[in-house]
């Protein structure tokens, strides 16, 4: 049987900006060889981060635009007490890995539920995680707080969109995933600005921004000049990540999975054919 998972901070800031903020429009990070194109990207809308405190997407995330929709790619349990962001940690991130949206949800309520009773709680704040991903060193907190929700109460709250894909830590969408995110995309009314984002900001946050720069550029530039601009942008090198871990195999079928769907949005018009019509052909 798992372990219980651990209630943490998700981060220690309240206001100004997520860390690992960016935007498409944003200066390029110097490149180690030549600087990719620019071509398509500004006129991208979308942004990208760590999870965001309640006053950051009150200010900086609602900001973004007049209509902004925010992409939780978030399998873990999360939720906010007051205005921190919280979730519930097992060893990998994995606490709810194999369960679908629904029975993510349902855990995350549950849990919820126990917290609003209490208005206090004992939350962890992280320093650092063993090289299997298990929490190694923290230090607890007893925080009171006034209201608990969950991102979907709080985005609802503040005026904003909000679409939640349980996509596993470290690993790839799901093709279901994939799917529910181009049906999004399909029906974004113009001007919509979509912020993505997952606990750190990093891998899943990456992999949805090249997914939509793909959708939008995939005919006129190759995969591995938009992967380099996501990366010099902020976000991680998904094609040349080098692992001999644990990670090594979830890295490499990631980046398997980013070829082909790069085939697609090449080859196959995503306003006609779901992703899952063009793995059967």
Known sequence: MADEPTLIFDSIREQGLPNHFRTMA???APPVGQTPSRLGLESLLASGSEQPSLSELATSIRQLAKTVTVIDLRQESHAYLGEHPVSWYGTKNWA???KSLAEVEDDEGARLEALSKSHAALVSRVYAKDPEGRL???RVEEMDYGLAQTERQATRSLGLGYLRLAVTDHMRPLDADVDRFLALVRVL???TWLHFHCHAGDGR???FLLLYDMLRNAKVLNLEEMAARQHLLGGVDLLHTP????KEALYNGRAAFLGRFFDYA???DPRTTS???HLAG
Do not use: L
């Not at 692992?243 to 644990?246: A, E, G, L, S, V």
């Open 26 to 28: 944003g200066p390029f």
């Open 266 to 268: 090449r080859t196959r």
């Open 243 to 246: 692992h001999t871990d644990w």
């Open 189 to 191: 009314a113009p001007n």
């Open 275 to 277: 992703w899952s019509e």
């Open 96 to 98: 709810n890995q194999g």
């Open 205 to 207: 946050t990456t992999t």
């Open 136 to 138: 190694s060193t923290v």
